[in-house]
């Protein structure tokens, strides 16, 4: 018998012909995390379910919807380069979609309705909190970066009470993240390094830092910064970003961008699946390992 790797202590997936099903749409989807994710809470807590991956190209998006819906799923994840589309499909927003403008979370109601939610800025905000990184009354962020990621971390930082401001190299696009989020204050990208003793979190919302990424080496001075500020990266590949890694070494508090991507996934498996998964050091470890 081959032996694979969890053969010893992990459940087998129960999939019957009642199976819930749920899936991630995105063009290209091959580096979704999103099954690996999904089918380790269905194997924890026994449910019968399944989660695919569901390549589709921005002009089937909508015949794609359609499709799934017609075929019984339960809903679906939306990721690049969908988002937009998707909130626009939906016919009905949560406040977190409204305030992001994008959707990531698809469910799809009994009576035909689609209902609409963005969880990756909640899903930030419960990894931060989830690492006992929280921010005084009234804090303060600094957001590196003005593109669909920025809007929703930037978002739930406001609903949560902190006073937010953003930089990006291209500053138009600040000014327009400003524009959609009352309160947001611009700070230009020339700037932000001198400037950074005034924050209590800063988190990179860029690809900068990534592996593969415009600049896999990205790693800003944080000499200005006090010694409470908490550094935050949402990318999670490498799991310690330059960033990161210069963070740890100034002694400042770090967090990386692998519990947003477990938090977010929580509020769909729950509509979906209806079980509220946890996430802890084997959901963590079960995702690492399809890193
Ligand atoms: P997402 O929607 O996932 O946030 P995006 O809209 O492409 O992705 O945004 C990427 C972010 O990374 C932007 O803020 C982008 O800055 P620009 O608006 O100036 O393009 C930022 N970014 C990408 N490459 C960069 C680089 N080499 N230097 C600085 N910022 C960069």
């Known amino acids: 018998?081959?032996?694979?790797?969890?053969s010893d202590s992990a459940p087998l997936q129960i999939i019957t012909g009642k199976a819930r099903l749920a899936g991630v749409l995105g063009w290209p989807v091959s580096h979704s995390r999103s099954p690996a994710l999904h089918n380790y809470w269905l194997r924890r807590y026994g449910i019968d379910g399944a989660y695919v991956p569901?390549?589709?190209?921005?002009?089937?998006?909508e015949a794609a919807v359609r499709g799934l819906q017609a075929a019984g799923f339960r809903g679906a994840n939306v990721t690049i380069p969908h988002k937009e589309a998707a909130c626009a499909l939906a016919d009905e927003l949560d406040p977190s979609a409204q305030r992001a403008g994008a959707v990531n979370t698809l469910v799809?109601?009994?009576?035909?309705?689609i209902r609409g939610l963005s969880t990756d800025?909640?899903?930030f905000v419960a990894s931060l909190e989830a690492s006992g990184l929280r921010l005084p009354a009234s804090g303060r962020a600094l957001l590196l970066g003005a593109g669909g990621?920025?809007?929703s971390v930037a978002?739930?930082?406001?609903d949560g009470g902190v006073q937010v401001a953003v930089t990006n190299r291209t500053q138009e696009r600040a000014d327009t993240l400003a524009r959609l989020l009352p309160g947001l204050e611009v700070v230009p990208w020339a700037e932000w390094e001198a400037g950074l003793g005034g924050y209590d979190l800063l988190v990179n919302t860029t690809s900068l830092g990534m592996e593969g990424g415009p600049d896999p080496l990205f790693c800003p001075s944080l000499k200005a910064a006090s010694q409470a500020l908490v550094v935050a990266d949402i990318v999670?590949?490498?799991r310690q970003t330059p960033l990161l890694a210069e963070a740890a070494q100034q002694g400042l508090k770090t967090l990386g961008g692998l519990g947003m991507l477990l938090h977010q996934a929580r509020l769909g498996f729950r509509e979906w699946f209806g079980q509220d998964p946890v996430v802890d050091a084997q959901?963590?470890?079960a995702l690492t390992a399809s890193l």
Do not use: C, H, I, N
Request: charged letters at 25%; aromatic letters at 8%.
């Open 1 to 6: 018998m081959t032996k694979t790797p969890d």
């Open 108 to 113: 799809f109601e009994a009576d035909g309705r």
């Open 54 to 61: 569901l390549p589709v190209r921005p002009d089937q998006f």
């Open 155 to 158: 978002a739930a930082l406001q």
């Open 283 to 285: 959901t963590e470890a």
């Open 149 to 151: 990621a920025a809007r």
């Open 236 to 238: 999670y590949v490498p």
């Open 121 to 123: 800025g909640s899903g």
